[in-house]
């Protein structure tokens, strides 16, 4: 059966494509091992480092007090509730990370919103 000139480029793309499979994947390979080094070879330049530990005994506790209250949770939809669940994630783990982390309080913390994070988040219960 005759092929357009369209098909025939198409199968010979697709078949330099599967060719160069190995060659592409082999490059990423390297790719990432020289980012690698590159990562450790500056970590070892830099004797200070800066991991998370150094980095929290560096913080200076901060006198505030951040209280979100979770009551209103079953006034929300589904979609709402997924979204607050996200957004305290986030403030728990970027006050993790501040210089002057504030104390993080959740209160009547229950509901779908509990249920939303049991169900998504386990970790939420080892959060300090």
């Known amino acids: 059966e005759p092929m357009s000139k369209r098909q025939r480029k198409k199968l010979l793309k697709q078949k330099q494509w599967e060719e160069q499979k ?10 990432r091992q020289k980012r690698k080094l590159e990562r450790q070879s ?12 150094r980095m929290r005994r ?12 979770c009551s209103f949770d079953d006034l929300m939809v589904l979609k709402d ?32 919103l509990k249920s939303n994070m049991n169900e998504n988040d386990k970790g939420w219960v080892n959060w300090k």
């Open 81 to 112: 509730v997924k979204k607050l669940h996200k957004q305290i994630q986030r403030c728990y783990a970027e006050n993790r990370k501040a210089f002057h982390p504030v104390q993080f309080y959740l209160t009547s913390h229950g509901g779908q």
């Open 58 to 69: 560096e913080v200076f506790p901060s006198t505030l007090r951040l209280i979100v209250d």
């Open 22 to 31: 190995d060659l592409r994947r082999q490059k990423r390979k390297e790719k």
């Open 42 to 53: 500056k970590l070892d330049s830099n004797n200070e480092g800066n991991d998370r530990k």
